[in-house]
């Protein structure tokens, strides 16, 4: 079963706009990850945060994690049209660094 | 291009046979993951290779095996192959058994 569950499923945004997407999960973790993956390709490594960290950027990339919420966010400035791609979080936990993927948010971003 | 190749690109087979997926982990690289992309399923992981032994198992098939070779290239061996089978087979390699994952464009798998 998927240990992280992202939120919305799907958004829908223009081009220069913010997107905020979000991973909850259920149990303590070790690290928190977020991948994008462009349509029926790989996933690509976007940031990695570990447990004891509260934020971390990168280029355009924002994301937070609030151990006592067991959430994460990810935030993307100025929103471009090669942004389009579906999101995913991935938390590891326990005695095991094999991350354990959510659904996914499918991100659109309008020209 | 993350570095790590995955072959064939495609497979369409019919059921009841077997095939094999081949992954080339990036340079360096002595970990490499297998993992199942399906619509209803989702991303799910299947099975772990370290530096030529098995590290960690998910929700891996009886039917489904796998090594890693002394080059660290890494074979998916899926018999007895069923419907619910077709799916998207990734392969992802890092540079230790945990950490940062590297994946390759996937193999797509369709069983008729």
């Known amino acids: 079963s998927q240990q992280g569950e992202e939120d919305p499923q799907a958004l829908s945004i223009q081009e220069g706009e913010n997107a905020t997407m979000n991973c909850s999960y259920k149990t303590s973790i070790n690290n928190l990850q977020w991948y994008r993956q462009n349509s029926g390709r790989g996933l690509v490594h976007l940031i990695l945060i570990r447990s004891n960290e509260r934020e971390k950027h990168s280029g355009r990339l924002r994301v937070t994690l609030d151990t006592s919420k067991k959430s994460s966010s990810l935030l993307i400035t100025a929103s471009r049209a090669a942004d389009t791609a579906s999101y995913f979080c991935a938390t590891d936990r326990g005695g095991s660094y094999i991350p354990t993927f959510g659904r996914g948010t499918s991100l659109i971003v309008h020209p | 291009d993350s570095g790590v190749t995955q072959t064939p690109k495609h497979l369409i087979t019919a059921t009841g046979q077997r095939v094999t997926l081949r992954c080339s982990p990036r340079?360096?690289?002595?970990?490499v993951y297998w993992y199942q992309q399906s619509l209803d399923q989702g991303l799910q992981f299947l099975i772990q290779?370290?530096?030529?032994?098995?590290?960690a198992k998910g929700n891996i098939l009886e039917r489904f095996s796998a090594q890693q070779f002394p080059d660290l290239h890494s074979e998916l061996n899926l018999s007895s192959l069923e419907l619910g089978d077709s799916a998207l087979y990734f392969c992802?390699?890092?540079?230790?058994?945990?950490?940062?994952?590297?994946f390759g464009p996937g193999t797509r798998l369709t069983v008729t």
């Open positions: 992802a390699s890092s540079v230790r058994d945990i950490g940062e994952q590297y």
């Open positions: 290779y370290y530096n030529g032994e098995e590290r």
């Open positions: 340079s360096g690289d002595l970990s």
